[in-house]
């Protein structure tokens, strides 16, 4: 039988006395929590113990003796150890003890049935009590590990699982006045930390006040007012409205009073208050740098040239599509009257530019303010500005797609008249029908005239296609900026790069000594997450645009001229 047996590397300087932890019978294990010196009385210790038990809810129990040998003298000493079995009756009696002029480690157990026991091989695992108490181990993947690494995972969860429970029975250092004097990781004090403290008492009010603002802002959004029609399209459309009622999400969650009922949901609500205060910390550096040297005004300035040279640009394609383009002879007619119906659009668009003009400078510095909410705010705002200021390339397109798909499914139901064939609308299916002739007269001349105004109307629809786009593309990647930022958690990658214990996917051991006759002792030592893992596991949910549909899917609505919109929020419903 093999007994393994966990010591914390801070109770190797301990005095001489008992060793106190807990028994797990089921993998044979001790896991040894602290070292109680004399002087102490057993029935005193007894009764700390239970008191202890009832606390952590931890079956806390004296497991063996502990023996600092240095002079021959202590002999006495160890014997008086050894017969405090007979006191505590554990079964096993646990004894440790360091050699004298020895780096070796004597470690015997007791039973009280010792039949077959004298056979029994010990192995003695060092482990750092402080980082398996803070640490927080996280299983394997069942769908990669193997039953055995299952099997091991469960047996370190107990381990890690008892130490962290026993944090009760840290609090108390041997100088602390009572009768039971300890040795354990934070024996030499309790931690702690004044401004940690001050910042607890200070987050109460603070608390208070954030929620009953929150409250309020909640009580607005929710009003029956913003249901109406308008409101409840603007609301649901813009990013920047989005990304609000997002943070407002994240800050009720942070403020709330209500206590994390595990680590994991505590290390949620860090991860949201990192993830917020470095997106407002990053808004504010870009607020800053807005404003200095008049740079909105430059801006500003910009915008409207700008606008005036899209136009051109726009103008001047229209101009060539109505001419010959690349060489393609083009329905002369729906050619001039598609072109000109476009430039008309971008003739009232660049009217309505240069109408907004004077107040553009002024609509800037009131939507520059707005970076104080965060980096990912003013995002969203720009996302939204890009989106207003193509609004007649989304026209464009939209005008181009709908007189393509009509002509795509014209010629489509045409040809299937041609076939002796037509669509059945309740069983959705292509079932066979009978036309008389005037009927195939009128869908010949039909299909014929559908047919050769097709390459006029898919070249329109093709090049705002492009242009819609690479709008569409410049959108998707601010969106995932701001998914990136809401999802990434900046905390949990923080702890893994300076406390890499913290967050542990396993153990590894270091043999330290071995010899033929003597325990094995071995270390313990934490194997941290990798990054990529952390990101998978703690990244927070976020109300991101995401590809709504398949690329196949997608390349066959561009192919019909269906009307697409790759970029739709988690809330709303798939078609």
């Not at 240069?354 to 969203?380: K, Y």
């Amino acid at each position: 039988m093999v007994l393994k047996i966990f010591f914390p590397i801070c109770c190797s300087a301990a005095e001489s006395g008992l060793l106190v932890g807990r028994w797990i019978p089921e993998q044979n294990s001790a896991v040894i929590l602290a070292v109680i010196h004399f002087p102490f009385i057993p029935g005193q210790v007894k009764q700390y113990l239970s008191e202890m038990q009832h606390a952590t809810q931890v079956k806390l129990s004296v497991l063996g003796s502990w023996t600092k040998t240095k002079q021959a003298k202590e002999e006495s000493l160890d014997r008086f150890l050894e017969d405090l079995g007979t006191i505590f009756s554990h079964d096993p009696w646990i004894q440790l003890s360091k050699e004298k002029g020895s780096k070796f480690w004597s470690c015997s157990a007791s039973w009280k049935d010792s039949n077959g026991n004298e056979e029994d091989e010990n192995i003695l695992v060092y482990y750092d009590q402080r980082k398996v108490m803070l640490s927080q181990l996280h299983p394997q993947d069942p769908v990669v590990s193997s039953d055995q690494k299952t099997v091991e995972a469960s047996k370190l969860v107990a381990v890690f699982d008892t130490v962290a429970k026993s944090k009760l029975l840290f609090m108390k250092d041997r100088y602390d006045e009572g009768p039971v004097k300890l040795t354990h990781w934070q024996s030499e004090g309790v931690e702690a930390s004044i401004i940690v403290e001050l910042l607890k008492q200070a987050s109460v009010p603070a608390c208070m006040l954030i929620t009953f603002l929150l409250s309020l802002v909640c009580g607005v959004c929710k009003s029956r007012v913003l249901t109406f029609w308008p409101l409840s399209f603007i609301w649901s459309k813009l990013s920047t409205c989005e990304q609000l009622g997002h943070r407002l999400q994240h800050l009720q969650i942070i403020s709330s009073k209500r206590k994390a009922p595990n680590q994991t949901q505590l290390m949620r609500k860090a991860n949201m208050f990192l993830s917020l205060l470095i997106d407002m910390t990053l808004g504010i550096l870009l607020m800053s740098w807005l404003y200095q040297k008049n740079r909105i005004g430059h801006l500003a300035n910009a915008l409207v040239p700008m606008a005036d040279h899209v136009a051109q640009q726009l103008q001047d394609l229209l101009q060539w599509l109505m001419g010959v383009p690349a060489g393609l002879k083009m329905n002369r007619a729906l050619d001039q009257v598609l072109g000109r119906f476009f430039l008309y659009h971008i003739h009232l668009w660049i009217s309505y530019i240069h109408l907004m003009s004077p107040f553009i400078e002024m609509i800037l510095w009131h939507v520059g303010l707005s970076a104080c909410l965060g980096l990912t705010v003013a995002l969203s705002i720009v996302s939204d500005i890009i989106a207003l200021m193509t609004f007649h390339i989304y026209c464009f397109y939209v005008y181009g797609a709908r007189l393509y798909c009509l002509k795509i499914y014209g010629l489509s139901s045409l040809w299937r008249l041609f076939r002796g064939k037509k669509w059945n609308v309740l069983r959705q299916r292509v079932d066979s029908c009978s036309y008389d002739l005037d009927q195939l007269f009128i869908g010949t001349l039909l299909f014929t005239i559908l047919l050769f105004l097709l390459p006029t109307t898919a070249l329109y629809y093709l090049v705002f296609t492009l242009l819609r786009l690479l709008v569409v593309i410049v959108q998707g990647l601010i969106h995932l900026l701001v998914d990136l930022i809401n999802s990434l958690p900046f905390y949990s990658v923080i702890l893994r790069l300076c406390r890499s214990y913290r967050l542990a996917s396993g153990v590894k051991f270091r043999v330290l000594e071995q010899e033929a006759g003597k325990p094995l002792r071995l270390l313990m030592q934490i194997n941290p997450l990798t990054y990529g893992r952390v990101v998978q596991l703690y990244k927070l949910p976020t109300y991101s645009c995401y590809p709504k549909d398949s690329w196949g899917s997608l390349c066959k609505k561009l192919l019909v001229g269906e009307l697409i919109y790759p970029w739709k929020h988690k809330g709303e419903k798939q078609d």
